[in-house]
């Protein structure tokens, strides 16, 4: 959306192609209501549309429309696709039912709220009165605890895999950078049970449906080849569980599709290579934030769309 903006304040003819039945990627389905109103999302987009900007839904590009379309068509193309592909657990168990991404979770509720599905969806992720586990300590395991909350789960606890941070700035992290410190959402505000240091060795239950979650405590050291984790012996515990989100992050951008198409070079993380205006390896192709950065802040994706936007208008103007 910001390099939609401001290629079209800068004078060219833009198409958004939307896989979703909606524009806002990120900010409409992954971010809940209770942090961002969607109201703001469409405020924007209708400006967007009275500045010139053509929005095409429901269309997933490599599969809807090729890569070949696209070539045929527009004179650059720039990829904003964000790192689609999540993390997974690796435990015993991870298949049974229950067990959910985060993203998976958060959409769904946030299709609910606008009206997209049916509330009463038999495919509804159905967190009432049951005992939740979010794997991850970050945003997204923050906004899985907090639309937990909100849904009426029985109890939510959050597992984070490195350890406590300290209340205050530490030395290996001083200003400027960002500083490694305790965070503790509203979300965690309302109600959670925090664990940190803690890894997930199985999941367990019946009829194909997850019952209870086995972990352990770590230990990180750091040795020759960087930070090292260790299992803590006699420190296995057992709890019950009915719903676990998996909040542990992304890997890269969807490389299936529009990105194997594109024939792009990829780095060692699997994210599309870019030079530092937003360049790929395929002339007239550009990609910004998630896509090429790998998963970071809203903020950091906006101001590399917006970097890629006077990159691309001066490539067109040349």
């Excluded at 606008?114 to 939740?132: F, H």
């Amino acid at each position: 959306m910001a390099a939609a903006q401001q290629l079209a304040r800068a004078g060219h003819h833009v198409t958004v192609f939307e896989k979703d039945e909606k524009p806002g990627g990120l900010l409409r389905y992954g971010i809940p209501d209770f942090k961002l109103a969607k109201q703001i999302i469409d405020r924007r987009l209708e400006q967007m549309r009275l500045e010139g900007v053509e929005f095409q839904t429901g269309v997933t590009v490599g599969e809807d429309i090729s890569a070949r379309y696209l070539g045929r068509t527009f004179d650059a193309v720039c990829l904003t696709m964000g790192a689609g592909v999540p993390r997974d657990l690796s435990a015993i168990g991870r298949n049974l039912d229950g067990v959910y991404f985060a993203m998976d979770f958060l959409g769904q509720r946030n299709r609910i709220n606008s009206g997209g599905l049916s509330a009463e969806n038999r495919d509804n992720i159905d967190v009432k009165n049951k005992i939740v586990v979010v794997i991850g300590g970050g945003d997204t395991g923050s906004d899985c605890v907090g639309t937990s909350n909100r849904l009426g789960a029985r109890e939510v606890h959050q597992f984070e895999i490195l350890p406590q941070p300290p209340e205050t700035r530490p030395s290996d992290t001083p200003w400027p950078t960002w500083p490694r410190i305790l965070r503790t959402s509203t979300s965690h505000d309302e109600g959670c049970h925090r664990r940190w240091a803690v890894t997930t060795k199985s999941l367990s239950g019946s009829d194909q449906h997850v019952e209870s979650l086995t972990g352990c405590e770590v230990e990180w050291s750091q040795g020759p080849a960087g930070w090292e984790m260790r299992e803590l012996p006699n420190t296995d515990f057992t709890m019950k569980v009915d719903v676990v989100l998996l909040a542990m992050g992304f890997v890269h951008v969807v490389h299936s599709g529009l990105v194997d198409a594109l024939g792009l070079a990829l780095d060692e993380r699997g994210n599309v290579t870019t030079d530092q205006v937003g360049a790929t390896s395929q002339e007239g192709i550009f990609a910004a934030g998630d896509t090429s950065s790998g998963a970071s802040l809203v903020v950091r994706a906006i101001h590399a769309g917006r970097q890629t936007a006077v990159g691309i208008d001066r490539w067109l103007s040349r």
